[in-house]
């Protein structure tokens, strides 16, 4: 899994990734991807290039995250919101999504990675439905690393459809009210049966959520770069990862 932006092997001392695999790094990382088109601005290129510059990144940091040992990434990668943008540029994402799942599906296959998506993925173009549903067919034995696609999602949203389940569960007489908890919640979320992320990485130096994961992230250390998301290598990642391990994780309680 390498991409044009990944440095050589030897640019990353191996004690780095030692150190990252034996001093209680994160299992699960999610990242806002952002930045794509700030990229492409600056170069005086089109927003679908900045897209397609991203997707290399993509495969950065997926290298680095098996890498690193990680458990589980998840990313990014279309938010309800975006299918307000122009619609050339939502129909150049949702070909590049396709190229994307069906390019390197034998990679992703190879490298022992389980590809999942979620969000809600009838919006999207036929085609683009397919290979995704084929990718994550095709990686479903994967153990190496469960890469997670945030795609046409939208944290609120989630959370109302929950609610909307446990409503119905209650209406059914299966659950009362008052015996409503966080765990009936977190049961009928789109990430149910996996951890919550531990690291939250933003990209592009922006300092909001985005509608991302609002009840997952309620714990997970945040850590923002300036770096667009194009220029995003396994470097910036280790030290999002690096700077983790360096904080104390209280949830909520009284430091000793």
Known sequence: MTSPNSPNDDDVPADVVARIRGHGGPAHVAVIMDGNGRWARQRGLPRSEGHRAGMAAVREVISGALDAGLEHLTLYAFSQENWDRPSDEVAALMSLLEEYAESD????????????????????????????EDLQAGTANGAELHLHLAIS??????????????????????????????????????????????LLIRTS??????????????????????????????RDLFRAILDYQRRERRFGLVST
Request: hydrophobic content about 40%.
């Open 105 to 132: 599906r034998g990679e992703l296959e190879d490298a022992g990675i389980h590809v999942t998506a979620f969000g809600d993925l009838g919006r999207l173009s036929g085609a683009a439905r397919a290979a995704v």
């Open 153 to 198: 999602y939208g944290a609120r949203s989630e959370i109302v459809e929950a609610c909307r389940a446990i409503a119905r569960s209650c209406v059914g007489g299966e659950l009362a009210p008052e015996d409503i908890g966080p765990d009936d919640i977190r049961a009928h979320l789109m990430t149910a049966g996996r951890p919550d992320p531990d």
């Open 205 to 234: 130096g922006e300092v909001r959520i985005s509608n991302f994961m609002l009840w997952q992230i309620a714990y997970a250390e945040f850590y923002v770069t300036p770096v667009l998301w194009p220029d995003f290598t396994r």
